[in-house]
């Protein structure tokens, strides 16, 4: 079984910038995000039963989901909100498995947003590396990259486990709140770090 470290953070983190400088280092991506668009694309898996749960309305003329329609919905119903992740998340855990099996890098970065919320993907993980940034740069960072205004970005910021909960949960910690070649700095000490761990675990 691969070694398999458990990337995580908060909205607008950085996250996906880690996990890239992981992937080009070597190391095996699996990201749970990009397995739920996989999903929901138009043709996914998971797009009929969205329909069904949800209404013609949730998927959009092109076939997939309607990401920011869904969004809007179930961030303001916490009722609706869990009957789709009742939904998605057992075919994410599914995919996220078969992905990790087949991996042929020398460990695996699993990225879950919801890793320290989940008890499920904790045990999964052989450690657990937080990306982490104050408040503020994650709000600025959201807003330079979508089109989210700011109360719904302070809504999602609001709805994930708080900052110093993921610190607490962390084996490693990356600080993003700097310039991105800091960040490849960092990632590159933790690779080292990963391939010397997954060595002595065979």
């Given at each position: 079984?691969?070694?398999?470290?458990?990337?995580?953070?908060?909205?607008?983190?950085?996250?996906s910038?880690?996990?890239?400088?992981?992937?080009?280092?070597?190391?095996?991506?699996?990201?749970?995000?990009?397995i739920?668009?996989?999903?929901?694309?138009?043709?996914?898996?998971?797009?009929?039963?969205v329909?069904?749960?949800?209404g013609?309305d949730?998927?959009?003329?092109?076939?997939?989901?309607?990401?920011?329609?869904?969004?809007?919905?179930?961030?303001?119903?916490?009722?609706?909100?869990?009957?789709?992740?009742?939904?998605?998340?057992?075919l994410?855990?599914?995919?996220?498995?078969?992905r990790?099996?087949?991996?042929?890098?020398?460990?695996?970065?699993h990225?879950?947003?919801?890793?320290?919320?989940?008890?499920?993907?904790?045990?999964?993980?052989?450690?657990?590396?937080?990306?982490?940034?104050?408040?503020?740069?994650q709000?600025?960072?959201?807003r330079?990259?979508?089109?989210?205004?700011?109360?719904?970005?302070q809504?999602?910021?609001?709805?994930?486990?708080?900052?110093?909960?993921?610190?607490?949960?962390?084996?490693?910690?990356?600080?993003?709140?700097g310039?991105?070649?800091?960040?490849?700095?960092?990632?590159?000490a933790?690779?080292?770090?990963?391939?010397h761990l997954a060595?002595?675990?065979?």
């Open positions: 079984m691969a070694y398999v470290v458990g990337l995580t953070g908060g909205i607008g983190s950085g996250k910038a880690a996990a890239d400088e992981f992937a080009r280092l070597g190391a095996t991506v699996v990201d749970t995000d990009a739920a668009h996989d999903l929901t694309r138009a043709g996914g898996a998971a797009v009929a039963e329909r069904r749960q949800f013609d949730a998927v959009g003329a092109d076939g997939a989901m309607d990401r920011a329609r869904m969004r809007a919905r179930v961030f303001g119903d916490a009722a609706l909100k869990k009957k789709l992740e009742q939904l998605l998340h057992p994410i855990r599914a995919e996220s498995e078969r990790i099996v087949c991996a042929d890098g020398p460990y695996v970065i990225v879950v947003p919801l890793l320290v919320e989940s008890a499920d993907y904790r045990k999964r993980v052989a450690r657990v590396l937080v990306v982490d940034c104050p408040e503020d740069v709000r600025t960072r959201v330079q990259r979508s089109a989210l205004p700011g109360d719904e970005i809504r999602i910021i609001a709805s994930q486990v708080p900052r110093q909960a993921r610190l607490a949960a962390a084996d490693d910690v990356i600080d993003n709140s310039p991105l070649d800091a960040l490849h700095k960092q990632v590159r933790l690779h080292e770090r990963y391939l060595r002595a675990a065979e």
